[in-house]
């Protein structure tokens, strides 16, 4: 199974943070997955960090993300695109979460998350608590 984390899920990966439960866990080690952390994810710890809302940086992330073979994913026109397509979610406007969906459904990957209003989107969601 090709998983791709959401940011919060990403970080508390790379924190080794006890948020993380024993399945999310085992999914995230288990070599029959490939674990997948977006571009988009940088993004916005690069914008958190910046802002001083986060004490991890995109470089560290990156580090631990590399370290525990993670494999990178660029966002493309496709991806860019296939927002357009997504329904509207009415209190959910994260144009972050937005972009990870669509990348998650470009792609054929599930998206392991833990924001409940992610799971309104037609993406399979896997919650990581």
């Known amino acids: 199974m090709i998983l791709l984390l959401d940011t919060q899920v990403a970080i508390w990966a790379a924190q080794d943070s006890p948020r993380l439960s024993g399945p999310a ?11 997948v952390v977006s571009a988009v994810s940088l993004w916005e710890i690069a914008i958190k960090f910046a802002s001083g809302k986060l004490p991890f940086s995109p470089a560290m992330a990156m580090a631990a993300f590399r370290a525990s ?14 927002v ?4 509207e979610v009415d209190d959910h406007k994260d144009p972050f979460d937005r972009m990870l969906v669509a990348q998650a459904l470009a792609e054929s990957m599930r998206l392991v998350t833990a924001d409940t209003k992610l ?4 993406v399979g969601c896997i919650e990581p608590v």
């Open 25 to 35: 866990r085992a999914l995230l080690i288990d070599p029959g997955n490939e674990v």
């Open 69 to 82: 073979g993670y494999r990178s994913l660029a966002m493309t026109e496709a991806h860019a695109g296939m």
């Open 84 to 87: 357009a397509n997504l329904p």
């Open 119 to 122: 799971a309104r989107y037609p």
